[in-house]
């Protein structure tokens, strides 16, 4: 998602950059990019990058989709391990440890 790291800095405040000095997008671009080690760079259009949090929705979209795929995973996991009497129990998980959950690795 190379959007995210686009920013709206040295666009004043309503993206036309009237009276900001000539190159401080690119040099606050450049010292976020370098401190932070991640390719920030200056949004080519500051009145989009202003308006709109297009690049923050795709984001968000993007770590729900994950967040939705690990929790259907977990489910899947949980329900084919299920059983024995009423479950599926298709899936069979070692155990950890021997001994109490409370306390691994007590033997009685």
């Keep these: ?59 968000s979209g993007a770590l729900n989709t994950v967040a939705v795929s690990m929790m259907k995973i977990a489910n899947d996991i949980r329900f084919l391990g299920s059983g024995p009497r009423s479950g599926l129990g298709e899936l069979c998980l070692p155990e950890n440890e021997p001994g109490s959950s409370i306390m691994p690795g007590e033997f009685p």
């Design 1 to 59: 998602m190379p959007r995210i790291y686009e920013l709206a800095a040295g666009g004043t405040a309503v993206g036309t950059g009237l009276n900001t000095r000539i190159g401080f997008a690119e040099k606050v671009a450049a010292t976020v990019a370098s401190l932070t080690g991640l390719p920030f760079v200056t949004a080519p259009n500051k009145f989009e990058a202003l308006a709109a949090h297009d690049a923050l929705v795709e984001l």
